[in-house]
């Protein structure tokens, strides 16, 4: 279940039962709730809250068809609703509605929703919506990577941010810390160590969603540093963490497909062979992934030969 905003969380507390209900149940019977009172109440001086709950909510979900139909809730407040506040957090659930995935031709528009969300706001990093601007703003920069624009500079800049203030939401300080050790990972060879520190504080943040994307995404590239900085036990170390990320029940599939490269790249044959052929069979597999189970593929043939 992706996070969802204070204002949903306190209306999921409320959906008590016994047993306890499980968190995408709660999301379940809140969405229930939600859809029913709008549908018999459409003209109560709250609807335009109640909407934004309910998007929000089916962005928390995330089951088939749960995302476009949130686009559109959020294009109704838009188009319907004058406060500032409610239609800045349609903008920011917008943009990032928009990063799945994202099409470089929808990176323009997303930033400047969340350009428009910032001034709407008006508010400081405290703030749980202001705060995952930020967070978005900085995923959208890294995919485009503008060097006109210094995408790059700009999104550690925002990472930073996330990381100084110590009153931001917890899960955007953690987006901050991955955000930037990623940036390390790829860019800065001689900071792995702190970009290592950064992960390990960002597990701790995100301990309580074990599951989470952001979370798995954040041992991903913690054991990817481990693996380049190739200190004494930091292959073991990773080699334990990406087995527990492939192990994971329900696994992302572009993060189980990452961390399978990473072992066989690490591993020795029949196993590295035995985990290129499973990625080989993954539909629908990233070009760039694709493209290095090739390269590594080749490498061991060459081995091989000169035995």
Known sequence: MAIVSPITEFSMQMETDYPAPSEKEKLDKLIERDTKLIKSFPFRSDIGEIK????????????????ARAEGIYSEILQNYGSEYLRARAQIGRAELLTPGIKPDAIKSALALCETARKNLKTDLSDFFMAKTYAIEADLRLVRDDKKAKDHTIAMRLHE??????????????????????????????????????????????????????????????????RRRAKFSDLKKAEKTLTEIIKFPGAYTDLAARAKLELAEISRQPKAIALLRELNQIEGLDPYIAQKVKMVEEELKLKKEKK
């Open 52 to 67: 934004f709950r309910l998007a929000d909510s089916l962005v928390g979900r995330n089951n088939p068809g749960d995302y």
């Open 161 to 226: 941010k996330l990381i100084k203030e110590r009153k931001a939401h917890w899960y955007f300080r953690a987006r901050g810390m991955l955000g930037k050790a990623e940036l390390v990972l790829y860019h800065f060879p001689k900071k792995l160590t702190e970009a290592i520190t950064l992960c390990d504080r960002a597990e701790r943040l995100l301990r309580e969603r074990p599951g989470d994307y952001v979370a798995l995404k954040t041992k991903l590239i913690r054991a990817q540093l481990l």
